[in-house]
């Protein structure tokens, strides 16, 4: 059943990211790129990682997804998508060698037997507090720096987007 | 171990280079920006399969503070796309050589 599942939501993720890439209009690569983050969600789900799939959607699907579809309506970008794009050597080169990471990787990742190291989340403390209570204790005690940090730049990164998006008067 | 981990892996690989081509070959800015946003989702499935399959949270919290990043990011990246295409009237990448010598 999972496997079924994670098939089908993962050929759908990857011809949703082919189709962005290919697709002429920026704002269709906008749309199927929110059908890809759907159904990397439910990959997320598929791998006991609940809240990551909610945030997923709630982050990328919705946030992001809105900024950028906002962005592409303010640019009038119907003129740049006639253009054709010539295939240059430092193109040809630059996908030829992914090509060949690509295969790298599938050789390393998929050949060998991966042992796993048993970590502090055992499947007793999930079932006693529950995964979510779980992932919050460990956000706020041994990660709690790395979240203000991060806090401290989304903040940061808001004004930044004000200030430069500005117009001079 | 999870199940089908091999599976999961061969998932976030394949987006990550297609996102990976996919930057190198558009020159729309907008659509390099979301390929970027692939190649960070082919990432964390990654991260997250290794986290499931070592019973651990790291690469879950690794995953939520890249999103978190990716959307400061998102912010500070499409203001500059704005920036940009008031002052070139366009956002082909090859038009932006500002900084080249």
Redo the contacts between chains.
């Keep these: 059943m ?2 079924v599942f ?2 089908i939501c ?1 050929g759908v ?2 011809i949703a ?2 189709l ?2 290919f697709a002429r209009s ?1 704002l269709h ?2 749309l199927w ?1 929110v059908l ?2 759907f159904m ?1 969600a439910v ?2 789900v598929l ?3 609940q ?2 799939a909610m ?2 959607v709630i ?2 699907a919705g ?2 997804m809105m ?2 579809i ?3 309506m ?2 009038n ?1 119907r003129q ?2 006639r ?1 054709k ?1 010539g295939a240059r050597i430092s ?1 040809i080169i ?2 030829g060698s ?2 060949v ?2 295969l790298e ?2 050789l390393v ?2 050949g060998n037997n ?10 007793k403390l999930v079932a006693t507090y529950g995964r979510m209570a ?2 919050s204790n ?2 706020f005690s041994d ?1 709690l720096l ?1 979240f203000e940090v ?1 806090s401290i ?2 903040t ?3 004004v ?3 200030v ?2 500005k117009r001079e008067r | 171990m999870v199940d089908n981990q091999s599976i999961y892996l061969a998932l976030a690989i394949t987006l990550f280079i297609i996102g990976a081509v996919g930057a190198i070959c558009r020159r729309n800015a907008i659509v390099v920006f979301m390929c970027i946003e692939i190649m960070l989702a082919g990432v964390g499935i990654a991260f997250v399969t290794f986290s499931s399959a070592n019973h651990s949270l790291d690469g879950i919290f690794m995953v939520i503070f890249v999103m978190a990043v990716a959307a400061a990011e998102a912010a500070v990246g499409l203001a500059i796309f704005l920036l940009m295409y008031r002052k070139l009237g366009t956002i082909d990448l090859d038009k932006f050589n500002l900084l080249k010598w």
Excluded: D, N, W
């Excluded at chain 1, 991966?114 to 499947?123: A, K, N, Q």
């Design positions: 999972e496997l994670l098939l993962g993720a990857v990211s082919l962005v890439i920026t690569s906008a790129m890809s983050f990397i990959v997320y791998l006991q990682a809240f990551l945030l997923q982050v990328y946030a992001i900024f950028i906002y962005a592409i303010m640019l970008l740049e998508s253009q794009t193109k630059g996908v992914l090509i990471l690509f990787l599938m990742s998929l991966l042992t796993p190291i048993p970590g502090p989340v055992s499947e779980v992932i460990f956000l990660y790395p991060v730049l989304l940061a990164g808001v930044g987007a004000v430069l998006a």
